[in-house]
Structure formats: C-alpha cells, structure tokens
C-alpha cells in the first residue's frame, strides 16, 4: 500500500479535506446560491489575494452526541479560519459557514475563532471575521453561550490594537452581534440581518409585527441605530468596501497607515472654494464639497453616512497619507450637535487616535440641537463624549473654521482648549458666544426698552454685534485661532502642517483607563 493510494495516509487526508471544502454539501451549497449568497470560502477567496490563504483548523469536528448531532459532523465544524494577504499585505480571517447546521455557533467555531484572534494580536496584523449564522448551537446548550464570552474578551483585548472588521454576510442573531459590536467597523451587506431578540419573539411579548429586515436590516443599522458604518448592494461590494478600508487602517497601533503614492499635487488649489460659503448667513451648502476639493482626488471613503447626517465622518488621503476628517454639515440640522452625531464623531475620532491616523476637523455648528427630548436623553453626557475624545487624542489635530462656531459648539469642536496643534479659519467664520439675536437681548436689554424705536434699535444693535463679533479676527487676536486664510489655500495649508505634525509625540498621563462619558 502507498501513500497515494485512495486508502492510504494521503488518501485519507485529501478525502478529509475534499470534505471540510465542501462545507454542508453540494445541495446545501446550491441552496445558499439559490438565495443569492456565496459560500464562505467563496467569499474568502474574493477578499485575500490570490493564493495567498493558509487555513487552520480545516479537520476539526465537535463532540456532541445529543440530538442526533452524532451523525452531523463536519470537518471544519461551519467556520473557516486561517491566514491570508490583502493587497500583500498580511491579515487573519474567520468566515462562518452557513451551509453547516446553519452556522450555528459552537464551542468547536469558539475555538477556532479564539484561536486566530489570538495569533492575529500576536502577531499584529488586523483581524476580519465574516459573519453568517443563525445564532448560537442550541443542542450544545450553555456550553456554546459560554464560547461566546471567550470570543467576547478577545474582541476587546485586541481593541484599539489591531484592525477589526466585521461583514455580516447573513443573519446574525442573539449573542451573536455582539462580537461585530466590539469590532471597530461593521459592514452589512443586502439581505443581511442583525438583532438581538427576533421577530416571532417581539410579537409574542410585545405585540408589534416586524419583519427580520425591518428589525434589523442593513438600512436600520446604517440610518437608525449607527451599528453599522457601511451597507452595501452585495457580498462582492461589501468585500471590496473591506479592501478599501483596509487601505487607510495600520496593521496595528505600532506602525502608521500605508502611504500611497501621491497622484495629487500637493499644491494643488481649487478656486471654487472661495465661492462655496453662500453670502446669506444661514443658507445651506455641501461640506463634501469642500472635502472633495481639498483632499487628494476621490479618496474620501464616508462612514456612517445614514446615521446622523448633521456630522460627516470618514478616511481620506492628503498627499498620499492616511487623514481622519470630521465635520458639521451644514446641509442637515444647519450642522447643529445633537445625541447621535456626538456619538458617531466622539467615536471615530477614538478609532483614528488609536491606529495613528491625524485628524482635520471642519467647523460649521451654531451648538447644539435644543429641545426636551436632547436633554432628557442625555444630551450633555453624549456631547462630552466628543470632548473627552479630542482631549484624549495625542494624534496631530488641526481644524478649520468655515463658518459657525457658537458658544459650547465650538469648545467641543476640535478648539485650540482641545489639544488642538493647529487652528485655522476662513474669512466666512462667525466665532462668538452665542448668535447676534439672543446676544442682543442679554446684554442690551435695557438699551433696547428704553430706546423709542425699540425694535430700530435691536436691529441696529444686532448690525453692532456682527460686525463686531462675527468674523474670526477676534479669535485671531487673541490667539485662539492661528492663522485666518483663504478658503483656496486649505490643502496646500494643510500639506505643510502635517509635514511637521507627522513626528508629533504626545503623552498622556499613566493610568489604568479613562471613564469616557457614557
């Protein structure tokens, strides 16, 4: 007998692996493609370069007999592991596999998932996990809750430390979701789903009647609860939105972000900038014109573009470099703050702090939204998120006045108080304490009711203020902004300070951890 034999040592261990790379079998993989969806080695073999994937863990099985669970083993056990290349560059990876009993989560898939997260942080290069299951294996009872908690701790061990993306490729339910939660991204491909506690469960406790995708569909958690930061038409879409991503992202907190070649002048100066701030005060315009026009062409990638839409967050490049940029949008609740946008910036600004990436910060906010239903949802502590963050970021920061920075707005909004390196504005900016009406009415109260035309004389007064008080030569004066320049001049402005700010050292005090407000 040799080895190539179909009985012999070879024989067995290719027959072995013709199985595990079947999955669930032919006809459950036709079903998954029936549905519209790839397998898990499908979608693996569109995310890492060509020939580029090492698997691990391809043989094992679990060992649970109850249920009739005896005659469902499966090499593998509905999840693929192992290690691979993105654009040459190194990364681990998880694919669960819903061919097998539905993906259900297992202890076999905790182990193999715990495995490769701890030789990814290990080994310092980012982490992506694409997830498709039904939830946890309910024949293995409190053991596969268990297995969750070990994924759980790895997830925020590893945070902050290397790259985590998650793909939710399919369902993804009950204890589930929590691991994508902790990642630091979440991208939701079309037709995939993400909850908690299901439909049928909802109804029977509380009566409402929801379907799986209007529970927790891609456009929810895009648009409505901000779990995810990116939808996508398609798994193949959602592949590449990873590859992208991956672009801006260091391997871990020790190195920077990949430079590109620069294919931008860094000189370059677009003249409709100096047009884009409408003459009327209160007139709307597009801040992704501005961030379009400065940063180096079609490299801006927006994040959360659903969810809270009255702050723009997302990757960019300048000169080739990796930059976070941040910004009001004035298009959108005129740019004022509320709960949701000072969580969507608070936490990208984290992310950005923690992979090294420098942050820009476009300021255009008359403060924050009013109303009962901001402050009895705690308004106050959602805004300090966003000032804590910047405080907290030793990674160079510079802003940019465009127009409204008012009262608390513009403390929070990336101030010079803010550990800011570097604050610049445009002529178009109205840096005071609070608007021109309201700032009338308190300091000129008693001029205004004497007056014999009062309300002649509150307009005349109000003229008074925003002369005075609404420019950012003030702010100038005092140093609290540096420099006042032309819209035109941003990029090559921006160029410059980075070149400086790129070997900036910054540290923060020792300590366990800070209590970011909650």
Request: with cysteine; net charge negative; charged share 20%.
């Amino acid at each position: 007998m040799t080895d190539g034999t179909a009985d012999g040592p070879l024989g067995q261990l290719r027959a072995m692996r013709s199985r595990a790379v079947l999955g669930g079998g032919q006809k459950r993989i036709e079903q998954q493609h029936a549905r519209g969806k790839l397998t898990a080695r499908e979608r693996l073999a569109l995310l890492l370069d060509v020939g580029s994937f090492q698997e691990f863990g391809a043989l094992a099985t679990h060992n649970v007999s109850e249920f009739g669970l005896d005659k469902q083993r499966v090499p593998g056990d509905g999840i693929v592991t192992g290690f691979g290349k993105i654009s040459g560059r190194r990364v681990a990876v998880f694919a669960q596999d819903f061919t097998v009993l539905g993906g259900s989560f297992s202890e076999v898939q905790s182990h193999k998932i715990c495995r490769i997260q701890d030789l990814a942080l290990q080994s310092g290069i980012p982490l992506i996990g694409l997830n498709d299951s039904g939830g946890a294996r309910i024949q293995e009872g409190v053991r596969s809750l268990a297995a969750y908690g070990e994924v759980f701790v790895r997830n925020v061990m590893a945070s902050g430390v290397i790259p985590q993306i998650s793909l939710i490729m399919g369902p993804c339910a009950g204890g589930a979701v929590y691991s994508p939660a902790l990642t630091d991204f979440v991208i939701m491909s079309e037709g995939s789903f993400m909850f908690l506690t299901g439909p049928d469960v909802i109804k029977a406790i509380t009566g409402e009647d929801v379907s799986a995708q209007g529970l927790g569909g891609a456009d929810v958690h895009t648009a409505q609860s901000g779990v995810a930061h990116l939808a996508t038409a398609s798994e193949a879409d959602a592949i590449e939105a990873v590859k992208r991503l991956l672009g801006y992202l260091p391997q871990n907190n020790n190195e920077d972000p990949p430079q590109v070649v620069p294919y931008d002048a860094p000189d370059r100066m677009d003249e409709a900038l100096n047009t884009l701030i409408p003459v009327a005060e209160n007139e709307p315009y597009d801040i992704r014109d501005a961030i379009g026009m400065i940063f180096d062409r079609g490299s801006f990638m927006e994040l959360h573009d659903a969810f809270a839409p009255n702050a723009v967050v997302g990757f960019a490049r300048l000169d080739g470099f990796s930059i976070g940029v941040i910004a009001n949008q004035p298009a959108y609740m005129a740019g004022a703050l509320n709960i949701d946008a000072s969580d969507k910036i608070s936490r990208f600004i984290r992310t950005c702090d923690a992979y090294n990436i420098p942050l820009v910060t476009f300021v255009d906010c008359p403060g924050f939204l009013p109303g009962t239903s901001q402050e009895y949802g705690g308004v106050i502590r959602h805004g300090a998120k966003i000032i804590y963050a910047y405080c907290e970021a030793s990674v160079p920061k510079i802003s940019i006045v465009t127009r409204k920075a008012m009262g608390g707005a513009y403390v929070a909004m990336c101030s010079k108080q803010m550990r800011t390196d570097l604050a610049f504005a445009w002529p178009t900016a109205q840096i005071a304490v609070m608007g021109a009406e309201p700032a009338v009415r308190v300091l000129y109260r008693d001029d205004v009711q004497k007056a014999e035309d009062p309300q002649a004389r509150e307009r005349e007064l109000i003229a008074y203020y925003r002369e005075q008080f609404f420019n950012p030569y003030r702010a100038a004066d005092v140093g609290q902004i540096d420099e006042v320049i032309e819209p035109v001049e941003t990029r090559p402005r921006l160029v410059r300070a980075l070149e400086v700010l790129r070997t900036k050292v910054q540290e923060n005090p020792a300590k366990k951890h800070g209590l970011i407000p909650t």
